[in-house]
C-alpha cells in the first residue's frame, strides 16, 4: 500500500472545513486591510532562496526541496514566500505603483523539517508583506492585522513576543557584546553554537538546546544596544501597538530563523505554548531587496501557518462553518423509473438546489438506508408507481412521514423550506 510522504497530509472532507475556513478569514482581512493578492510561482530559481532567506539559515542549509530539472536548472520548491514576493516586485518595477504595496498570498510551502505536531514538510502559509516603507505604523498596522484576524477565527489568549535586532549601524556593536558575553562560556555549548559564534552569532539565542540557555538567558537584549534610529523606531512600533491595545511582551531572545530581518521581529503564540507553536511571525527586511541584487526598498511581513491556526482552533473547540451539505437525495428503483429520477435532479439543480443523485440499481429499502447515512434533507423515490401517475415520494427527513405528491408541488415544497431557511 502507498502512503502519503512523510510529513505530507490527506486532508479528508471532514477537515476541509476548517482549512475553507481560516482562509476564507484571512482573505476577508486582508482586503479588509487593503492587501491584494498576488500569486507567484511553486518553484524559484534555487539561488534566490540562498540569497534571501540565507546561506547559513537551517531552511538553506537543511531544508530546501532542490533538484536539477530536465533542462539543468536548479530549483527549489518554495520554502517561505517573502523572497518570491520581493522578486516579483523588483521584476515588475512594482515600485513604480502607489507605495507601500500590500500584497498577500495563501501558498504551499515546502521544508524537510523533521515532521511533528504541527510541523509539515508540506504546509501551507498566509503570508502579508508590505513593501516601500519604513515607517513603524506599518510594522503596527501587518501586527494589528495578523492579531484581530487571529481573534476573528474565534482564537483566544493570544500573546505577541516583540524584538528588535537593529539595523546594519547597531548590529556590529551588538554582536561585539554578545560575543563577549558567551566566549567565556564557549565550553558548556553546543556543538551547533560554537559553530554560531563564528557564522552566525545572532542566532545563539535561539538555541534549544537545555545545557545552553543559562547563558543565553543572561544574554545582553539587543533593545538595550540599538541606535537611536532603531531605538526610536521601536519606541514608535511599541506605542502604535498600545495605541491598537495589543499587548506585546518584549523578548530579548527572539531572532527568528530567517537572516533577512532587520529591526522588528516578532512572533504570535496560541493558549497553549510548546516548542513548535508559533502561529506565525514576521519582520522587517530593510535589506532583502538590495541582498537580491535590486534597489534599497524598506519591507515588513508576516506569515501564519494555516496548519497551526487549524491545530489551534480545534484544541480551542471553536466551531467553524460546515461544507455545503447536499439537500435532496434522489433516487428511483426499477430501471423504468430512472429518466424520471433524473429529470427530477436536473429540475433541482437547475433551480440551484444540491442533489445527490443515486445510481446502480438497488431496492427500495437500500436506497433508504443509504439516504438516511447520506445525510440528506429530502429524500425523493420513483418508482412505478410513481412513474404511472406523474408523482414521486417524497420525505422529508426532519419529519420522517413519506407523502406522495404532484412533482411540481414537490418541487415547490423543497424551493420553499429551503427559502424559509428551515434547517
Ligand atoms: P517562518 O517563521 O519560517 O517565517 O514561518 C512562518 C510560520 O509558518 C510559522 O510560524 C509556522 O506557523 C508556519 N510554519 C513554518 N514551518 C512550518 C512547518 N514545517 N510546518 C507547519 N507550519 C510551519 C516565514 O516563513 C517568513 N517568510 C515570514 C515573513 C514574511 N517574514 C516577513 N514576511
Redesign the pocket.
Same mark, same amino acid.
Given at each position: 500500500m502507498y502512503q502519503a510522504p512523510r510529513g505530507t497530509q490527506d486532508v479528508l472532507p471532514e477537515d476541509v472545513p476548517y482549512f475553507a475556513y481560516v482562509e476564507e478569514v484571512a482573505s476577508r482581512f486582508a482586503a479588509l486591510y487593503a492587501y491584494e493578492e498576488i500569486r507567484t510561482p511553486t518553484f524559484e530559481d534555487s539561488a534566490l532562496f540562498r540569497r534571501g532567506t540565507g546561506e547559513t539559515t537551517d531552511i538553506v542549509e537543511k531544508q530546501m526541496y532542490s533538484f536539477t530539472d530536465k533542462g539543468n536548472s536548479d530549483v527549489t520548491l518554495r520554502p517561505?514566500?517573502?523572497p518570491s514576493i520581493m522578486r516579483a516586485y523588483l521584476q515588475h518595477g512594482l515600485h513604480n505603483r502607489p507605495q507601500p504595496l500590500r500584497l498577500f498570498q495563501l501558498v504551499n510551502c515546502f521544508?524537510y523539517?523533521r515532521p511533528q505536531a504541527?510541523?509539515?514538510?508540506e504546509?501551507r502559509?498566509l503570508?502579508v508583506?508590505a513593501i516601500g516603507e519604513d515607517d513603524p505604523a506599518l510594522d503596527g498596522e501587518l501586527i494589528t492585522l495578523f492579531w484581530r484576524f487571529c481573534e476573528a477565527l474565534g482564537l483566544q489568549n493570544l500573546s505577541l513576543e516583540l524584538n528588535s535586532i537593529g539595523d546594519p549601524a547597531c548590529r556590529p556593536h551588538y554582536l561585539d557584546a554578545l560575543r563577549a558575553h558567551y566566549e567565556p562560556h564557549e565550553e558548556e555549548l553546543c556543538g551547533d553554537c560554537r559553530r554560531r559564534l563564528v557564522v552566525n552569532p545572532l542566532r545563539l539565542l535561539d538555541c534549544k538546546v537545555p545545557s545552553c540557555q543559562p547563558v543565553a538567558d543572561s544574554a545582553p537584549p539587543f533593545f538595550n544596544h540599538l541606535c537611536d534610529a532603531c531605538r526610536d523606531h521601536f519606541a514608535r512600533l511599541q506605542a502604535a501597538l498600545a495605541d491598537e491595545g495589543i499587548p506585546a511582551s518584549l523578548n530579548g531572545r527572539l531572532v527568528? +530563523?530567517?537572516d533577512y530581518y532587520t529591526r522588528t521581529v516578532f512572533?504570535l503564540f496560541p493558549a497553549k505554548v510548546s516548542a513548535q507553536a #508559533?502561529? /506565525?511571525? +514576521?519582520?522587517r527586511?530593510d535589506g532583502l531587496a538590495e541582498q537580491l541584487g535590486g534597489r534599497h526598498v524598506p519591507a515588513?511581513?508576516? #506569515?501564519? /501557518?494555516i496548519?497551526?491556526l487549524v491545530l489551534n482552533l480545534k484544541d480551542q473547540n471553536v466551531v467553524v462553518p460546515g461544507g455545503a451539505r447536499p439537500r435532496v437525495y434522489v433516487g428511483h428503483v426499477g430501471p423504468k423509473a430512472e429518466p424520471m429520477a433524473s429529470e427530477f435532479a436536473r429540475n433541482l439543480r437547475s433551480r440551484g438546489v444540491s442533489v445527490i443523485r443515486a445510481v446502480g440499481e438497488r431496492s427500495l429499502r437500500a436506497r433508504l438506508r443509504h439516504a438516511d447515512s447520506a445525510g440528506a434533507r429530502w429524500t425523493a423515490i420513483f418508482g412505478d408507481e410513481e412513474l404511472q401517475n406523474g408523482t414521486v415520494c417524497l420525505r422529508d427527513m426532519t419529519a420522517k412521514e413519506p407523502a406522495t405528491l404532484p412533482i411540481s408541488q414537490a418541487i415547490d415544497q423543497i424551493i420553499r423550506a429551503d427559502h424559509g431557511g428551515t434547517k
Open positions: 517561505e514566500a517573502t521544508r523539517d504541527g510541523r509539515w514538510r504546509f502559509q503570508d508583506e527568528r +530563523g530567517l512572533e #508559533a502561529l /506565525g511571525g +514576521g519582520g527586511y515588513v511581513g508576516f #506569515a501564519a /501557518g496548519e497551526r
